[in-house]
C-alpha cells in the first residue's frame, strides 16, 4: 500500500459495481474489464477528494461515470423489464444535513443521480416516481434520451434467456443474480468530515409493474448520516424488508458497534446467503465492503494510503 501524506486532510471512498454470483473461473478479460472499471470510478473520487471537493459532488461524479459504463446495471447497460425496456432508480444522501433525493421508474434520464440529487436541491420532496420524474425532468434540466439508449446486447439476451427459462418452469422463475447484478453506488467522507451516499441501478432482470427496489429508498438501499454512509446492493426486497442501510447506522448510534460490526452483521447475520453485500464508510474514515454472495465489484481507499480493487473474497 502506498503511504500516506501525514498532513493530508482526511478522506475516504468506497465504491461498488454490483454484487452475485461472478465466476472466479469466468473469463479473464472481463473480469479484469470490471476490475479497471471500478479502478478508474476510484481514480475519479480519490483525485476529487484529493482536490478538496465536497463529498456529494463526490458521490454523484462516480455515480454518473458508472451510469455511462454498459459493464453495469445502471444508465447505460441497465437491465430489460418484462416489456424489454428498461426502468431506472437512483437516490442520493446528504450525512450532514439528511437531505436526500430520489428518482424510481425513470425512462428516459440519462443519468438519474443527478436527477436524484435535483430532487433534492430543487423539490421539496424526497422521491418522485414514474411519470412525476419525468416530468421534472423536462424542467430540472438534466440530460434526456431516447428509452433504447440504455440497450445492451448482453442485457437483450440475459432478458431473453430469464423468458425462455419462465416457460420452462412457470410464472415463478428460481431466482439467479447472474441476471441482475451490476447496481452501482458510491460512499465517501470528505475533508471537512460530511458523509455522502449515493446508489443507482436498472433493477432486476423481467421485473412486472412498475416495481421499485431499495435503491431509491432511503434506509433500505442507500443511507447517510453522521455515523456512516452506505450503499447496498442485491435482492432489493430483502434490503426493503430489513431497512438494511439505516440498521448499519442504528447498531452504531445505539448499540456501541463499529463500522466492521454492524456492517457484517446486517449482511451475515440479518440477510441470507446470496442476497447481496454493501459498502459504508465511517466518520472516522473506516471502510467496510461486506457481501454473501460469490463475489462483489468494489474499490476502496483512504488518505491513509489504503486501497483495494476486488471481486472475490480475500
Known amino acids: 500500500m502506498d503511504g500516506g501524506r501525514v498532513d493530508e486532510p482526511r478522506w475516504a471512498i468506497a465504491v461498488h459495481g454490483g454484487a452475485g454470483t461472478m465466476?472466479?473461473?469466468?473469463?479473464?478479460?472481463?473480469?479484469?474489464?470490471?476490475?479497471?472499471?471500478?479502478?478508474?470510478?476510484?481514480?475519479?473520487?480519490t483525485g476529487m477528494l484529493r482536490d478538496g471537493a465536497a463529498a456529494l459532488d463526490v458521490c454523484e461524479a462516480v455515480v454518473r461515470s458508472l451510469e455511462d459504463?454498459?459493464?453495469?446495471?445502471?444508465?447505460?447497460?441497465?437491465?430489460?423489464?418484462?416489456?424489454?425496456?428498461?426502468?431506472?432508480?437512483?437516490?442520493?444522501?446528504?450525512?450532514?444535513?439528511?437531505?436526500?433525493?430520489?428518482?424510481?421508474?425513470v425512462r428516459t434520464v440519462k443519468h438519474p443521480v443527478t436527477l436524484a440529487r435535483k430532487v433534492m436541491t430543487d423539490t421539496r420532496h424526497v422521491l418522485l416516481a414514474g411519470e412525476g420524474a419525468e416530468q421534472f425532468a423536462a424542467v430540472a434540466g438534466v440530460?434526456?434520451?431516447?428509452?433504447?439508449?440504455?440497450?445492451?446486447?448482453?442485457?437483450?439476451?440475459?432478458?431473453?434467456?430469464?423468458?425462455?427459462?419462465?416457460?420452462?418452469?412457470?410464472?415463478?422463475?428460481?431466482?439467479?443474480?447472474?441476471?441482475?447484478?451490476?447496481?452501482?453506488g458510491c460512499v465517501v467522507l470528505d475533508h471537512a468530515g460530511h458523509l455522502a451516499a449515493a446508489t443507482s441501478t436498472g433493477g432486476m432482470t423481467a421485473k412486472k409493474w412498475g416495481r421499485?427496489?431499495?435503491?431509491?429508498?432511503?434506509?433500505?438501499?442507500?443511507?447517510?448520516?453522521?455515523?456512516?454512509?452506505?450503499?447496498?446492493?442485491?435482492?432489493?426486497?430483502?434490503?426493503?424488508?430489513?431497512?438494511?442501510?439505516?440498521?448499519?447506522?442504528a447498531r452504531m448510534q445505539y448499540g456501541g458497534q463499529t463500522l466492521a460490526q454492524a456492517a457484517g452483521a446486517v449482511v451475515h447475520d440479518v440477510?441470507?446467503?446470496?442476497?447481496?453485500?454493501?459498502?459504508?464508510?465511517?466518520?472516522?474514515?473506516?471502510?467496510?465492503?461486506?457481501?454473501?454472495?460469490?463475489?462483489?465489484?468494489?474499490?476502496?481507499?483512504?488518505?491513509?494510503?489504503?486501497?483495494?480493487?476486488?471481486?472475490?473474497?480475500?
Not at 465466476?23 to 473520487?45: Q, V
Not at 446486447?153 to 441476471?179: I, K, M
Open 212 to 249: 421499485v427496489g431499495d435503491t431509491p429508498i432511503l434506509g433500505a438501499g442507500n443511507y447517510a448520516d453522521g455515523y456512516a454512509a452506505i450503499s447496498c446492493t442485491g435482492t432489493g426486497e430483502e434490503f426493503i424488508r430489513h431497512s438494511i442501510a439505516r440498521s448499519v447506522t
Open 143 to 184: 440530460d434526456r434520451v431516447q428509452n433504447t439508449y440504455f440497450d445492451t446486447p448482453g442485457r437483450r439476451r440475459a432478458l431473453q434467456r430469464l423468458l425462455r427459462q419462465r416457460e420452462r418452469t412457470g410464472a415463478a422463475a428460481p431466482v439467479d443474480r447472474r441476471f441482475d447484478y451490476g447496481t452501482v
Open 271 to 314: 440477510l441470507a446467503s446470496g442476497d447481496g453485500g454493501l459498502i459504508a464508510v465511517d466518520r472516522d474514515g473506516n471502510i467496510a465492503t461486506p457481501f454473501n454472495t460469490t463475489g462483489m465489484y468494489r474499490a476502496s481507499a483512504n488518505w491513509r494510503g489504503e486501497r483495494e480493487v476486488a471481486i472475490f473474497q480475500d
Open 23 to 45: 465466476n472466479p473461473d469466468g473469463a479473464k478479460e472481463r473480469l479484469r474489464a470490471y476490475e479497471d472499471a471500478m479502478a478508474a470510478a476510484l481514480a475519479l473520487g
Open 69 to 105: 459504463n454498459p459493464l453495469f446495471n445502471a444508465g447505460k447497460g441497465a437491465v430489460f423489464n418484462e416489456n424489454g425496456e428498461h426502468e431506472l432508480d437512483a437516490s442520493i444522501m446528504d450525512g450532514a444535513t439528511m437531505r436526500c433525493g430520489a428518482v424510481a421508474g
